[in-house]
């Protein structure tokens, strides 16, 4: 790459992804690029979590990138970009599973604490680096979790794993789902009850979390 050519795609990577996606209606593709670089590896987890299939969610994070570029047009500046991107890759996880009906699968879950502003503390399940037992025990543990999950009624998943695996805001997952305020709270209460009430055992016989 030339050094002028280098320059200007380090300036580039300084503007917000908003900004970006107003370039790329300019027709500056390389805008584009440096979104699928920040964003591929969120929306490919966001979407493996979903469908449970890493395949599967490679193709749907490909299509979701492609259909946000080919209908960058489409985008107002009246909601985040990434708002927008988990929009297109919602609907495209809701026509599948309704094709499939296949239960998705997550890999995080909160424990029965709250933060200081009375959410759900999260747990977050992903291996650091731990001596090999652990990291069985927790392989076997996140095998419970997504059974106990899969177990969610459909209709409340989508909120679920946007609020509580991508932290998205209540707002943002009413714009992405198309879904009032009041459902999506709602929708998550409903499936933090599902959860509790097929994880409670467990935590009774003393699982450590």
Known sequence: MHTDSFKEKSKLKTLSDEELILQ????NNVCFDILVDRFKVRLFNYLFRMVGDRDEAEELA??????????????????KFSTWLYTIATNLVRNRIRSKRRAPQFLSLWNRGHDAD???????????????DSQFNDK?????????IGEIPEKYRTSFVLREINQLSYEE???ATGLKLG???????RARNHFRRLIEPLLEKGVDF
């Open 173 to 175: 997952i009413a714009a």
């Open 62 to 79: 490909q299509e979701a990138l492609v259909k946000a570029y080919i209908h960058a047009d489409k985008y107002k500046t009246i909601a």
């Open 183 to 189: 459902t999506v709270r709602s929708r998550i209460n």
């Open 118 to 132: 009375g959410e759900e503390k999260q747990i977050d399940l992903v291996d650091h680096g731990r001596q090999p």
């Open 140 to 148: 076997e543990l996140g095998e419970i979790i997504n059974g106990a």
């Open 24 to 27: 790329v209606q300019q027709g």
